[in-house]
């Protein structure tokens, strides 16, 4: 139990990465608070506390940390995706996605870290499209990457007492990979071929995830701040060029 | 004339993309040694041009110090220093016995060492004339992320990388600067080597299909050609590039840009 007495609040928490990372929390010890668009999920254990929140409301936003307990552990997870290229991409696109995973990150970070206590740990759910780019998620990639600058200034601005660092997921296994490989001319040859760019022969879970989130969030992570800690089960590690598989 | 006046050494110098950089370097006016273990190098043909050979096996420190003494007896100064010699094997790490790891490491990274460490005294005298000297070393793509089957080669690119930024960190209060190129993949003997060797992992594929496939990964659409290397080993060999130092220079085509290329 890594997160005994500590305030937990994670954003997007009502299903995938998110979701398990609340489960993980929880399981740690830790008191949890999570929102998302929309009503309370079904199954959320019931010591988990729901807040129906938009996190591109800045005011919405300012309002619930403001009736909140000190909060040790923010997770900014709720991120929204668009598959297409700049010239596809509308106005209504870049409200979207910047709307959520810039502004949002940015509203949730800037009315919770003063109600931050001194040792607290803000973890980010960057993506390894803030690195490398992905074909046609044009807004979605630099998103990201706004993201990963972010992590890296509040670690400069408010260290020593706040921590912040970010996760960047590589293919996770949650319902937007099966949604897209649906899409596929062959979803069988599709997944197999995505596998096997993968040297973990897997794709990760929502608890790959929320494992790193738990140490992040945890005093064993004293003194990491700053940085990027891809999950990807060693994709990115790999060339996009394999040969061995065209 | 972007080189007028100044001397360079290109080791690997007559093979795939050193040849690219000398020929470069000579239309560009400066004198140029191409070092390597023969006048032929790794191309079956050689045509002559205009370089001086020199004799050099990059992994024996007296034929890098006889190198530097020629050059010295020749021209007094080295403005520009190359480190292209370089070799791959392809091979899990399973698969490497500990002599061909050792041949990479000393080839790849000693002979990069021993080359610039005997080139030193020679590149001091060049920028002590006010203008920088230009180390340029073989870094790779392949240091920064993995091809299958490559692992001595990986390590060995990775090491280069390393270095380069402690030779900058070091001399460059000598007026020295040191560079990496890193390559993805260009059109050379050594990726003609990969595409029939162990490394392929052809799939009954055609070395033609192969090809086409490789290029289609690319965001250009193609790989490289040794001209596309010699390009950015001339800038930053020359005087345009007198800021740029400790720098790892990636040149892929985009290669390296983007994820993986799900068949989706």
């Not at chain 1, 970070?109 to 490398?132: D, H, Q, T, Y």
Request: charged share 20%; hydrophobic share 40%.
């Amino acid at each position: 139990m890594r997160l005994v007495g500590k305030n937990a609040f994670v954003t997007g928490g009502r299903q995938g990465i998110g979701r398990g990372i609340v489960d993980a929390f929880v399981s740690e010890g830790a008191a949890v608070t999570t929102c998302g668009r929309g009503p309370r999920p079904e199954g959320l254990s019931s010591n988990i506390v729901w807040h129906s929140l938009d996190v591109t409301d800045a005011v919405a936003v300012q309002k619930l940390a403001s009736n909140m307990k000190t909060t040790d552990i923010l997770v900014n997870n709720a991120g929204v995706q668009v598959e297409k290229t700049v010239t596809d991409s509308s106005d209504a696109d870049w409200d979207a996605v910047i709307g959520v995973n810039c502004r949002g990150v940015f509203n949730v970070c800037r009315a919770f870290i003063p109600r931050m206590l001194s040792g607290g740990s803000i973890v980010n759910i960057g993506s390894i499209s803030g690195n490398v780019a992905d074909p046609s998620m044009a807004l979605y990639n630099a998103s990201k990457a706004f993201v990963h600058g972010l992590t890296r200034s509040i670690a400069v601005d408010h260290g020593p007492d706040i921590r912040c660092n970010a996760i960047c997921p590589g293919w996770i296994e949650t319902g937007m990979l099966d949604a897209g490989f649906d899409l596929a001319t062959d979803p069988a040859v599709a997944r197999s071929d995505a596998l096997a760019r993968h040297p973990s022969r897997r794709f990760g879970t929502p608890e790959d995830i929320a494992n790193m989130s738990v140490w992040l969030a945890s005093d064993e992570a004293g003194f990491a701040t700053g940085q990027l800690f891809t999950i990807d089960g060693g994709m990115t590690a790999a060339s996009p060029l394999n040969p061995g598989l065209f | 004339m972007m080189l007028k006046g100044k001397t360079a050494l290109v080791t690997g110098g007559r093979g795939g993309i050193g040849r690219a950089i000398v020929s470069r370097f000579l239309r560009e006016g400066a004198r140029v040694y191409a070092a390597d273990l023969t006048p032929e190098g790794s191309l079956a043909s050689h045509d002559e041009d205009g370089s001086v050979f020199v004799k050099l096996d990059v992994t024996k420190e007296d034929d890098a110090i006889a190198a530097m003494d020629e050059v010295s007896n020749a021209s007094g100064k080295l403005d520009i220093l190359v480190n292209a010699a370089g070799i791959e094997i392809e091979k899990t790490i399973e698969q490497t016995t500990l002599e061909e790891w050792n041949r990479s490491f000393a080839v790849n990274v000693t002979g990069t060492f021993l080359t610039s460490k005997h080139a030193l005294p020679l590149m001091r005298i060049a920028s002590s004339s006010g203008t920088s000297a230009s180390i340029i070393n073989f870094g790779s793509y392949d240091g920064f992320i993995a091809d299958p089957g490559l692992a001595a080669y990986c390590a060995t690119k990775g090491a280069v990388h390393a270095l380069t930024r402690a030779m900058a960190c070091d001399h460059g209060p000598e007026g020295i600067r040191v560079n990496a190129i890193c390559p993805g993949y260009v059109d050379t003997p050594m990726l003609q080597s990969f595409f029939t060797g162990d490394g392929s992992g052809g799939d009954g594929k055609t070395i033609d299909q192969l090809q086409k496939a490789v290029r289609d990964v690319h965001p250009m659409r193609t790989y490289g050609t040794p001209e596309d290397i010699a390009n950015l080993v001339n800038w930053l060999a020359s005087d345009e590039a007198r800021y740029a130092s400790g720098q790892l220079w990636v040149l892929d085509g985009g290669l390296s840009a983007q994820v993986q290329q799900m068949k989706l």
